[in-house]
């Protein structure tokens, strides 16, 4: 890889860079903690890697972060997995969130959008007394720090009421979206036991009303441990027998009571779907997501009180929980809710100028689905608020880059961002005072020793390599759900490279100090930014007498498509006709959700496996990218090697 600079396609000017509050932070860093004075980012990025005790003691100061008690130290063990973060101290997540209703009370905190594309504000006074009236009526239904509280629910602001209600009582959040089917729901749910769950009659999406009565019977019915069920009624339905009604729970103007909890006390739990088993139960903490959330909105997006951040998301993605943290920084956040692309392709550029958002967030796929479909977005839209247009989810393909740049604006600061659920949080994306290169992340992230290593862990430049994580985040999680000895988290993230994070993405960190992001290294599906395992789709399938076995792989394609093919070997007798084509499409998306279907279904001869037995996911995919047999596969590991020539036949057929 050549390592010469071509032109940026953006250079920020002398006085956005003198503006951007990263410029401010690291004069003042370097006045009062030893932050380099020059060198611009890389000088700062380095010392917060370098100096983590320094780098983090800074964060918390130049935001103001509020410890009830004080830390005895930023690091206690720095080993990972299990890094303790501030050991001592107490705060509250939800007490910081709302901070800015003390001087902005009439201000809008939410600015809620459906179909109709009319933003609807809610203040950050009422906001606040919304939560103080639900965190009272929780701890009245016996809530207690660490007790789970659960939301199946779209983005809307009741999402945002819960969560802070929740954190504000010190119980720990989780959510699904409402289009996931009540298995996808319960694979989740089930593990951690939820005494409480908020939920919607249905949604409405591509101007259809969803009806969900059905699936919350079946969750209510599997969650024995539920002691009360809320009833949001989006579609307008009375509440069913034995539930409680949102707007009894909410209409007290009572002053939020935050509870102190310990850095480290759970905040929420998100999913991640490996390849094997349950989804993972990911565990993060209250103290670390608001330092980690404080750094990357404030410092990173360069958020601040005169800002308005929407980002199209769910409930059931990590991009929400990162959406409502826009709350930390005293800005505007705009909840859509709604199919991304109805009434057209470009209704999410109208919701950017109707709600006037400096930083709109979207996923690489609508960029690439609005190029493909001719949409003119600063022709038809007033854009002259968005300061930034951020993707995720998957790569910016270098053609999505100079859409945005030709389409939306000329001086647009795009920023393709990189991290995970894992973290809730980006590795490498948005600095405001970097150029941006076509294709490239801009850099890695403050505070995160970002690498790319070969396989004996010697890191590598302009190559090719394994994205690690050499030193420990406050994000990272605290731990799984149900893993008492830590052997899952363990295996997720550590055999490969001792004490080193391995994340499972194939990066390039250039010589300039950019990232490139080149897809997953393992065979974990992604989808939009959404990870979801083979495994839930497996169980799914093969309960279909006609299918013996499956195989489902995700191909990251040079476009920046991505190709999702489920393989299905059939049993004796059995056809695949238009028939079962349906049932199998029915069969996954009642029972996991629309995002999960295949783009091809196609009929096999076997699925290979491992000499034990395990379906061999990896090799299939390298196969399918073009890579050739002897190189993609370990011949003597394979139980039928035969088998793998199909799949180097229609890798040839693709190309």
């Known amino acids: 890889m050549s390592t010469e600079s071509p032109q940026p396609l953006w250079q920020p000017d002398p006085e956005r860079i003198a503006r951007a509050r990263i410029t401010r932070f690291q004069a003042w860093a370097a006045e009062h903690h030893g932050a380099p004075v020059d060198g611009g980012y890389a000088a700062l990025q380095r010392w917060s890697v370098d100096d983590l005790d320094a780098f983090w003691t800074a964060v918390t100061e130049w935001f103001d972060v509020r410890f009830s008690t004080p830390y005895a130290r930023v690091l206690g063990d720095r080993a990972m997995p299990g890094a303790q973060w501030f050991p001592g101290a107490t705060l509250n997540y ?88 009540a298995r996808s729901v319960l694979d989740r749910f089930q593990q951690v036991e939820p005494v409480v769950l908020f939920t919607v009659d249905g949604y409405r999406y591509g101007g259809k009303e969803h009806d969900r009565r059905e699936i919350v019977t079946e969750l209510r019915r599997e969650l024995p441990t539920l002691r009360a069920v809320v009833h949001i009624p989006v579609l307008g339905t009375e509440a069913p027998e034995g539930a409680l009604d949102w707007s009894a729970l909410t209409s007290a103007d009572t002053d939020p009571v935050f509870e102190q909890v310990p850095f480290d006390h759970p905040l929420w739990v998100l999913y991640s779907s490996g390849t094997t088993g349950l989804p993972k139960a990911i565990v993060q903490s209250q103290g670390g997501i608001l330092v ?5 909105l404030g410092l ?34 705009v909840l859509y809710d709604g199919s991304p692309g109805y009434p057209d392709t470009g209704a999410q550029w109208r919701i950017a100028e109707r709600t006037k958002a400096t930083l709109y967030g979207t996923s690489a796929a609508y960029v690439m689905a609005c190029r493909k479909a001719g949409v003119h977005p600063s022709r ?28 939306v604006r000329d001086n647009l600061w795009i920023a393709s961002v990189s991290g995970g659920t894992d973290v809730c949080s980006c590795f490498a994306g948005a600095v405001p005072t970097l150029p941006v290169h076509v294709g490239e992340l801009q850099a890695p992230c403050l505070g995160t020793d970002l690498q790319s290593w070969d396989p004996s862990g010697k890191p590598l430049t302009d190559e090719v390599g394994e994205l690690v994580v050499t030193n420990p985040m406050p994000s990272m999680p605290i731990h799984f759900w149900n893993d008492p000895d830590g052997s899952r988290y363990h295996d997720s993230y550590f055999d490969t490279y001792p004490g080193v994070w391995r994340h499972g993405d194939w990066i390039t960190v250039t010589s300039r100090g950019s990232v ?53 070997h059939l049993a004796p007798g059995a056809s695949l006709d238009e028939d079962l084509h349906d049932r199998i499409k029915r069969t996954i998306r009642e029972q996991l959700s629309p995002r999960h279907l295949p783009d091809e279904i196609i009929e096999v001869p076997g699925i290979p496996h491992t000499l034990t037995g395990k379906r061999i996911e990896v090799p299939v995919k390298r196969l399918l990218q073009g890579t050739p047999l002897e190189k993609a596969v370990n011949p003597g590991s394979i139980d039928n090697l035969d088998l793998l020539s199909f799949y180097e036949d229609l890798a040839r057929k693709r190309t």
Request: hydrophobic residues 40%.
């Open 94 to 181: 939800a007490e910081h969130a709302l901070r800015a209703a003390g001087t902005r009370a009439d201000e809008p905190a939410l600015l809620h959008v459906d179909e109709t594309h009319e933003p609807r504000p809610v203040t950050w006074a009422e906001l606040r007394r919304q939560v103080g009236s639900l965190a009272a009526e929780l701890r009245a239904l016996g809530v207690r720090p660490g007790d789970r509280v659960s939301g199946y629910l779209p983005n809307i602001p009741q999402a945002v009421v819960a969560l802070l209600a929740t954190a504000a009582v010190g119980g720990v959040w989780t959510s699904c979206a409402p289009d996931f089917g």
């Open 292 to 296: 980690e959330h404080l750094k990357q």
């Open 300 to 333: 990173h997006c360069d958020l601040g009180p005169e800002d308005r951040f929407f980002w199209y998301t769910s409930t059931g993605w990590m991009m929400w929980n990162f959406l409502v943290s826009g709350l930390l920084t005293g800005t505007t956040i």
């Open 380 to 407: 038809d839209f007033d854009l002259s608020s968005v300061q930034c247009v951020a993707t995720t989810g998957s790569p910016l393909p270098p053609d999505g880059f100079r859409w945005l740049h030709d389409e």
């Open 516 to 568: 490139i992001i080149h897809g997953r290294s393992d065979s974990t599906l992604n989808r939009q930014g959404v990870r979801m395992g083979s495994a839930d789709i497996y169980e799914a399938v093969e309960r279909l007498p006609e299918i013996k076995e499956s195989l489902v792989i995700g191909i990251e394609q040079p476009d920046g498509g991505y190709w999702m093919p489920l393989f299905v």
